[in-house]
């Protein structure tokens, strides 16, 4: 079966500091992989997605990257962090051949700017 | 006007009630259709997933699409104290990259 492992879990940063957020799926290969944050009340916002390996779509102008070294592998970061990036990251994946029209997500990561 | 349009609630009932939970859209390109439950901080997960018009069940748990009307609906029956969520309706059309979520619908089940 397959697992979605995504960290840190929580973590308190404060402005203008970088940010690492690391997301690995298992059990599967060329997966679709998409990174979202939730504000308190909002919606899913999609950040980025990836269909392969240093394929990156960025939905979201913003101070926000993301890559893909590997194939099961995607990372959000940031070299200076906003108040505004505050929220709740999930890191998602998809089955290739079956495009967006089902999505996985991981625990997510808690993230507050301070 | 959002292309899914999903009450926030919150849906207060008692446990045991039957409950409906909708979502709206405008995208008459939508096949796919999705639920998803939302514990407190945590992620969202699969509770349904249907293809086009039609009803689909699991245990306690129907999901409906309209397409002629662009309406899709949750149906829990017997509710439970651990179907307090948020739920999250979603959508997509054939091939398409992404899905479009509705905002959510907090649901709080009392014993």
């Known amino acids: 079966s397959q697992t979605i492992h995504q960290w840190p879990a929580t973590l308190v940063q404060p402005v203008g500091s970088p940010l690492s957020l690391e997301c690995t799926v298992e059990?599967?290969?060329?997966?679709?992989l998409y990174w979202y944050r939730q504000a308190a009340g909002r919606g899913l916002q999609l950040l980025f997605y990836?269909?392969?390996?240093?394929?990156i779509s960025s939905e979201v102008p913003q101070n926000l990257s993301a890559s893909r070294p590997q194939d099961r592998q995607f990372i959000l970061s940031s070299k200076k962090l906003l108040l505004s990036d505050s929220g709740f990251y999930l890191c998602?994946?998809?089955?290739?051949?079956?495009?967006?029209?089902?999505?996985?997500f991981g625990e997510g990561s808690w993230l507050t700017v301070v | 006007q959002k292309e899914v349009e999903q009450d926030p609630g919150p849906l207060s009932v008692p446990e045991g009630a039957i409950v409906s939970l909708n979502c709206t859209y405008s995208n008459s390109a939508f096949q796919y259709f999705m639920w998803y439950r939302q514990y407190s901080r945590k992620g969202p997960e699969l509770l349904m997933y249907t293809y086009s018009s039609g009803n689909k069940e699991d245990g306690r748990f129907t999901a409906q699409v309209d397409k002629s009307s662009k309406y899709i609906s949750l149906f829990i029956r017997d509710s439970q104290p651990s179907d307090s969520a948020t739920y999250l309706c979603a959508m997509t059309d054939t091939g398409f990259q992404k899905l479009v979520f509705g905002t959510g619908t907090r649901l709080l089940v009392s014993p």
């Open positions: 990836s269909v392969g390996i240093g394929q």
């Open positions: 998602a994946w998809s089955f290739r051949a079956s495009g967006g029209n089902t999505i996985y």
């Open positions: 059990g599967t290969s060329n997966p679709n």
